[in-house]
């Protein structure tokens, strides 16, 4: 069973910085794209960010500049650093594995205040 492990969510003022974190397995790690998505109450889940194998990266426009993915292959983990952060922001974020009909974490609420 593959495993997703979120943490760094939190409550935070516009303009300020989060870091989420996503360990997993090794296996699960190398061989997926990992990503992350976001969803708000009675909203779709929409991809936010996603890193390949082979390192390349995609973003949605409206994190572009703010937002950086990254892997860490040592400790089998995925980052989502979020700088400069909005109202728009404030949603629940999941780490995924191989896109929509792959697997996910179980969230981490991402909170921005005026």
């Known amino acids: 069973q593959v495993q997703l492990v979120e943490s760094g969510g939190g409550l935070v003022q516009a303009g300020g910085s989060l870091r989420l974190s996503c360990v997993t397995s090794?296996?699960?790690?190398?061989?997926?794209?990992m990503g992350w998505y976001r969803q708000a109450s009675g909203k779709q889940r929409e991809l936010v960010a996603r890193?390949?194998?082979?390192?390349?990266?995609e973003y949605i426009d409206s994190v572009k500049g703010r937002f950086t993915i990254s892997r860490d292959s040592a400790k089998n983990t995925v980052y989502l650093q979020m700088n400069s952060l909005k109202s728009e922001d404030t949603n629940v974020y999941y780490c995924?594995?191989?896109?929509?009909?792959?697997?996910w974490g179980q969230g981490t609420q991402v909170t921005v205040v005026s």
């Open positions: 995924n594995a191989n896109g929509l009909t792959g697997f």
């Open positions: 890193i390949f194998p082979g390192g390349g990266r």
């Open positions: 090794r296996l699960t790690f190398t061989l997926n794209t």
